[in-house]
């Protein structure tokens, strides 16, 4: 890989964010961004009908990404120190950085509008009763229609956005970005990643 090739892992791309100030991105993550599968995030609410109680409570899949991203920054560095301190000989290697961080950028790349309030879900509910020896009973619950985002059998649009480059720009981006960087810059890449 050469130097240029390289440098589109590096640090230079600044965005502000309201709950963790500046945030620093590479080429590639900032290339992924541009594109209209992440650029729809943007117009997505984070959390549905949630701002219908708290008014402001009103960011979106793309804000929360980007933040999502920043996280995964911090911890990777902690755990680095800490590996450090204690001694092991563990070290996450620079590809799989890029992999982990892109992992955290893209992770809400399926979802849809109000996809947690549509989609099939089971969860338990507390039963109300005055009966205090039925304050522990659970009831299992089920609604919606639509099939969940990640569920790639089922629902195909997490593969088509991320594995299909006839249909989108972002598998384009990572199919293009990530072969050269699992094959030049980490052969033993401990990250499990999957392109079709
Ligand atoms: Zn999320």
């Not at 590809?95 to 338990?124: F, M, N, W, Y």
């Not at 293009?176 to 392109?195: A, E, G, Q, Y």
Request: hydrophobic share 35%; with cysteine; net charge neutral.
């Amino acid at each position: 890989m050469t130097q240029k090739e390289l440098e589109v892992f590096k640090d230079k791309h600044k965005f502000q964010d309201d709950v963790w100030g500046q945030i620093i991105l590479n080429d590639l993550e900032h290339d992924v961004i541009d594109t209209p599968e992440f650029q729809r995030l943007f117009r997505t609410s984070q959390l549905g009908f949630v701002d219908l109680v708290y008014q402001t409570a009103n960011h979106t899949r793309g804000v929360h990404s980007i933040g999502a991203c920043r996280a995964t920054q911090l911890l990777m560095k902690h755990l680095a120190d800490n590996m450090a301190c204690s001694g092991s000989t563990i070290k996450i290697s620079p590809a799989e950085k890029i992999l982990i961080r892109l992992g955290a950028l893209l992770h809400d790349i399926s979802h849809v509008p109000l996809s947690h309030d549509i989609e099939k879900k089971t969860h338990k509910i507390f039963y109300n009763s005055n009966n205090s020896n039925d304050s522990t009973l659970k009831i299992k619950s089920h609604y919606g229609h639509y099939h969940k985002h990640d569920d790639c059998e089922k629902n195909p649009l997490l593969y088509i956005l991320l594995c299909n480059e006839n249909k989108s720009t972002l598998a384009g981006i990572c199919q293009w970005k990530l072969d050269t960087l699992l094959n030049n810059l980490d052969s033993k890449c401990r990250v499990d990643i999957c392109f079709g």
